[in-house]
């Protein structure tokens, strides 16, 4: 798994829930997990193995 990248990992909720297909795309290409904010606190993150 590679290093998280603060400025293109961590996206807010809302942006995410918009555009899933697009970051889960980017989540298996990358293989870097994607930090998922909910009122700017960390909620969840998505990884693939």
Request: no cysteine.
């Amino acid at each position: 798994m590679q290093r998280i990248q603060l400025d293109k990992d961590i996206k807010p909720l809302s942006e995410f829930k918009s555009k899933v297909a697009t970051y889960l795309d980017i989540v298996h290409k990358t293989k870097r997990p994607l930090v998922i904010t909910r009122r700017g606190k960390s909620s969840t993150s998505a990884t693939f193995l």
